[in-house]
Every structure is written in C-alpha cells, then in structure tokens.
C-alpha cells in the first residue's frame, strides 16, 4: 500500500504537474485520462498483475479512479466488475475554473467521506482538485475542514492545486489527514 501511495504522490507532483503545463489538460476528464495512463505506467504490468491489481474509472458508485485487487479466477468466467475483491485507492476529482462555486468541491469532500463510511479503513482515499482560481498563500485552504479531518485520520489525502497569487505560477501540494 505505501508503494502505491507513493506512486500516487509521484503522479500528481510530477506527471499531472507536468502535462497541466504543457496544455494538455482540460477540463476532469482529461486529467482522469492523464492520471490513470501515468498511475498504470508507473505502477508497471508486472506489477499490477503479480499483484491482481487493475485500475477502474467510474466503478459501481462512481469515484473517478479506483484501483482494486481482484480475484483472477472470477475474472475468467464473470462479468469484471464482479470479479473485485477490495478496493485499495480511491481518487475523486474535480477541475474547475475560478468561477465555479464552492459548493462543487464540497460535495466531493461528502463524496469521499461516503467512501470512507462504506468501505472502512483499507482503502486509501484521495481528493485531486485542480482549481484555477489565484490564491494568496496565506489565504490558501483545505477543502476538507479541521474537523472532518480529524475524523478521518490517514485515511485521505488531498492532492491540490491552484494558482499562487504572488508569483503567478501554480502550486502543486499534496496534504495527508
């Protein structure tokens, strides 16, 4: 699981940093695209198959990225989906403009913690929100709150990023609750 964990971190820092400076970004769905076809090259073939490990878009209650254990055996003669045995990270996204509402982010933040509720402690979550929207570095804030936070111990990370007012470049930060 820390590998994995790890690898996400890498994902977002480095890979997604990245492709939102060359232009190749826009909008969620591309930066789903980008971190499942970085997440599965980094993770490797081998490893994700020695380890029955497959990583999922919009599976049954619809995060937006999962990666999940299944059993193989299953997998040869059922429908896949039914074939998954547990969850291990789940990663929900939001890109959106500085004119989006507030509301939009928080409702991600239940989401999350939906997740959290119904799949318990062996998942990993993560919240990977792109915001364009300029922030003075002072002024910068979590989308989940203190309190919710201190629920969820190491079970989240928010992987954020925003503009930063005074050096007018985009800040790429990672928090672990």
């Known amino acids: 699981m820390d590998y994995l964990h790890q690898t996400i971190l890498q994902v977002w820092r480095e890979d997604i940093r990245k492709d939102y400076e060359q232009k190749y970004l826009l909008k969620e769905d591309t930066l789903k695209n980008a971190f499942y076809f970085h997440l599965r090259r980094h993770l490797g073939e081998e490893y994700l198959h020695q380890n029955n490990l497959r990583i999922y878009t919009e599976y049954y209650i619809k995060p937006d990225l999962l990666v999940v254990q299944i059993d ?95 050096t007018d470049e985009t800040v790429w930060r990672t928090v672990e609750h």
Not at 114 to 140: C, F, M, P
């Open 72 to 166: 193989p055996e299953k997998a040869d003669y059922s429908y896949l989906g039914d074939s998954v045995i547990k969850v291990l990270a789940s990663i929900e996204m939001k890109y959106k403009s500085a004119y989006a509402n507030d509301k939009v982010f928080t409702d991600d933040v239940l989401k999350v913690i939906r997740y959290i509720n119904d799949w318990g402690q062996e998942t990993k979550h993560y919240l990977a929100v792109v915001q364009e929207k300029y922030y003075e570095s002072h002024k910068v804030k979590n989308w989940i709150t203190d309190i919710q936070a201190g629920k969820l111990k190491n079970q989240v990370t928010e992987l954020l990023a925003y503009w930063d007012y005074d």
